[in-house]
């Protein structure tokens, strides 16, 4: 590493001496939060807490409804929902998605569709899936892989279309089918692009599973948060979106993993292969 | 970390844009064709389908057509078209007001940025969908929880990539800044803005795909009005030409707003175009 | 004129510490054409770079005029390896970008910098966008950006770097003539030792890991020097092999 890079490079945060390091990254965010916090909690004082709530009672609702048993519930049909509608949605996409890109034939017929499909507020649809299957699980499922796809397959499309003339020409040269090219040239350098698609479609899903349940259900998270606004029991309803933000937290934290794990795993077979 | 920016396909993007042509020794007019024929195909398979399917399900073109004629002449189609749209760009605008300066505040003070940081991670975090029956608390059932919805939203996306664009303006650049005697401010000003449109259009782009969500999903739950209410409306009535024409109608109002967008960015930011252009 | 004492840089990463400069001293006589070579890595832009202010340097001061600088200097202007014109702003508009916040009416800062733009002879393009123009007229624009400031002191970073061997010598005689035209001091980094011996009074020799000047050579050659093959000439042959040597030995040391 040259100077000329150590000169490019951000200027470095110096390397923990660790009293300025804790005091320009940890404090001013954790002094943030709890400023926060304790104005929260002060509302209460000249504010119905029925508007805000306190973070106490936030807390004491939670336990409470961990107790119950009801988020646990709410939380498993959840899952289950957005689960099974995002797997279904990443394989249809990613499925259509290759073909689109290999096959210029269905890429033709197909885009209006996308096209359409990608620009429009998907949740307009939702009425005409209760008409076709009322207000049920199916519906639900239905609306999540309706709106997953979508990404995973421009991204998929995408990746297979912009995959380095370079490499083409080596497949090429060497004599591959056009079944070899795709499992090992055409796929694996749309990978990065698929993840992508992948981590916005997740984000997706878990929208789509709450606005499914809050307009179509009796049952999740979606329900639980508009019954719980209905009748203004704030706090319970800061508990369960609190819950809902955790959940979207941990599904970007596990995509990271993947994506991590994935690169180390192609890192590793390039270097064997040297 | 907040500033990790919101890549890939964003809404509003097509498949033309994903996929370069590249097609050896096929001429695009026979894509074209393939494409039309493909289209009036579907489109005569569906009309006859209302022969022997119950119409409910997803009617005809022309009982379409006619619907659409239907409420475009009693004014329904167009109160509610209009009334969606206003509400949209006021919540899209406001956004953008607070979401981009927020945005470059923090792209520029370090300080800022750090204590700002975990509440930006967590509100990013949140599928601030789930938000909807906190602002029917808030603001009650009318426009200004509509609006409140559509802005909070939209507004993560616009903070979150007008940072990571003031942050990852071009060292040179901000250089030359520096070395001309720029003071901060006008440097942020003549230098990092300009330099982070692409970043902050690209926010843009994805928080309109949000808004036009929120738009709909805030008319359906709080008042029934424009386009969200006509589709909740006809949804419950089984109507469901006048459903699907509704449908299309928020379609096209999500594309006139996306080609909207389009044309600012080539008007105000015309060298992001020629640039790629280039490469 | 212009002198710098006992400048030092270390950079710090998470794993090491790296010393860009030690020690480095140096006299810059007013009105010469200084010209600082050696191998990559050697902190020769990073001693420019604390020169205009850009980085700060560990410690030593930089005295110009008998003042001790504070960072930028009005009075200097710097020229850049990778050009950096600002793709948003015409050429013309580039050119003014040192201008501005200086109480400049719109026209005086437009006048001043199609000024600029004349001298590097790019008038007729002021009003196209840079991406438009070729990588040798982009880099005169820098020049020309540089100029409009009207400075006292001219840093250039490797400024010819990217582009071709033709326009690279193009150019060169451009920088020569401005130079003595407009007589001002100018501080030139380069690795092309062929390019320091056609351009400098004096060439400055770093040494690197750490950075510091070996040794500082006249360069005696008659001038203008675009008016004969200053490559063939015995004096300049004789220059470039001590040159060489000086460099060359130190980088078989090190390895």
């Not at chain 2, 990013?124 to 009650?140: H, K, Q, R, S, Y």
Request: aromatic content about 8%; overall charge positive.
């Amino acid at each position: 590493m040259s100077i000329a890079d150590l000169q490019l490079a951000r200027p470095a945060t110096r390397p923990a001496p660790t009293g300025r390091w804790l005091r320009s990254r940890i404090v001013p965010p954790l002094a943030i939060v709890l400023v926060i916090l304790g104005a929260w909690q002060a509302t209460s004082v000249f504010l119905d807490p029925l508007l805000l709530s306190t973070p106490t009672a936030v807390f004491a609702a939670l336990v409470a409804m961990a107790g119950q048993g009801q988020i646990w519930a709410a939380l498993l049909t959840s899952l289950e929902e957005m689960f099974a509608g995002l797997a279904i949605g990443l394989v249809l996409g990613i499925v259509l998605g290759l073909l689109m890109g290999r096959y210029w034939v269905v890429e033709k017929i197909l885009s209006p569709y996308v096209n359409f499909f990608n620009a429009t507020p998907l949740v307009v649809t939702i009425p005409l899936l209760v008409i076709w299957v009322g207000i049920s699980t199916q519906a639900r499922l239905l609306f999540i892989v309706l709106i997953t796809i979508w990404p995973v397959l421009l991204n998929t499309l995408a990746g297979v279309k912009n995959v380095s003339q370079g490499y083409v020409d080596v497949g090429r040269a060497f004599g591959l089918s056009d079944a070899q090219m795709l499992r090992l040239v055409s796929i694996p350098a749309a990978v990065p692009y698929m993840l992508a698609g992948v981590r916005i479609s997740v984000g997706l899903a878990i929208i789509g599973m709450i606005v499914s349940e809050m307009e179509v259900s009796m049952v999740g998270l979606g329900f639980l948060l508009t019954s719980l606004g209905n009748s203004f029991q704030t706090s319970k309803l800061f508990g369960v979106i609190l819950v809902t933000s955790l959940l979207g937290v941990l599904c970007a934290a596990i995509l990271r993993l993947v994506e991590r794990l994935w690169f180390r795993w192609i890192g590793e077979v390039s270097a064997a292969q040297r | 970390m907040a500033a990790t920016l919101q890549t890939a396909r964003t809404p509003g993007s097509t498949v033309n844009e994903a996929a370069r042509p590249r097609r050896r020794g096929v001429s695009p007019r026979m894509g074209q064709l393939i494409q039309i024929v493909s289209l009036i195909l579907v489109l005569v398979a569906w009309q006859l389908s209302g022969n022997f399917l119950n119409p409910i399900l997803i009617s005809t073109p022309s009982r379409i057509v006619s619907d659409f004629g239907e409420i475009l002449l009693n004014g329904q189609l167009v109160q509610a078209f209009v009334g969606s749209a206003v509400e949209m760009a006021i919540g899209f605008g406001l956004a953008c007001l607070v979401g981009i300066s927020l945005g470059v505040l923090m792209g520029r003070w370090r300080t800022a940025e750090h204590a700002v940081d975990p509440l930006v991670s967590f509100g990013n975090a949140t599928p601030t969908i789930a938000l909807l029956p906190v602002m029917e608390i808030w603001f009650g059932l009318g426009l200004a929880a509509r609006l409140a919805f559509i802005f909070v939203i939209c507004i993560w996306s616009l903070l979150i990539n007008t940072l990571a664009g003031v942050k990852n303006v071009n060292r040179g650049w901000a250089d030359v800044g520096r070395s001309f005697g720029l003071s901060p401010f006008e440097s942020t000003r003549r230098i990092f803005i300009p330099a982070a449109m692409p970043f902050i259009f690209a926010g843009m782009r994805l928080a309109l795909a949000q808004a036009a969500v929120g738009m709909i999903l805030s008319g359906q739950e709080i008042g029934e009005t424009g386009l969200g209410g006509l589709v909740e409306n006809f949804g419950s009535f089984f109507q469901t030409g006048h459903l699907i024409a509704s449908i299309i109608s928020s379609t096209a109002l999500a594309f006139i707003a996306f080609w909207l967008l389009a044309r600012a960015q080539a008007h105000f930011c015309p060298w992001i175009r020629a640039m790629s252009a280039r490469r | 004129m212009l002198d710098i004492v006992g400048v030092s840089k270390t950079f710090e990463t998470r794993d090491r510490r790296v010393a860009a400069l030690q020690e480095v001293s140096l006299s810059v006589r007013d009105g010469e054409f200084l010209s600082l070579v050696g191998p990559s890595g050697c902190g020769k832009t990073t001693l420019l770079r604390i020169i205009d202010g850009l980085t700060d340097a560990t410690s030593g001061r930089i005295i110009f005029n008998g003042v001790e600088l504070q960072g930028v200097s009005r009075e200097m202007a710097f020229v850049f390896q990778d050009i950096n014109l600002l793709p948003w702003r015409t050429v013309v508009q580039n050119v003014e970008i040192g201008l501005e916040g200086r109480g400049l009416s719109k026209r005086a800062r437009r006048q001043r910098a199609l000024q600029a733009l004349e001298l590097v002879g790019l008038e007729t393009v002021a009003d196209a966008p840079p991406y438009t123009l070729s990588g040798g007229m982009q880099q005169r624009v820098g020049v020309a950006r540089a100029l409009a400031v009207d400075p006292k002191v001219l840093l250039m970073d490797e400024p010819f770097g990217h582009l071709d061997n033709f326009t690279r010598e193009n150019l060169q005689v451009e920088v020569a003539r401005l130079w003595q035209s407009l007589k001002m001091t100018v501080i030139f980094v380069t690795h092309d030792v062929d390019e320091a011996i056609f351009l400098s009074d004096r060439i400055a020799l770093f040494r690197t890991n750490p950075g510091r000047i070996a040794e500082i050579v006249e360069v005696d050659l008659k001038r203008p020097r675009w008016e004969y093959n200053v490559r063939a000439e015995p004096n300049a042959i004789r220059l470039r092999e001590r040159i060489m040597d000086e460099l060359e030995v130190r980088k078989l040391q090190l390895a």
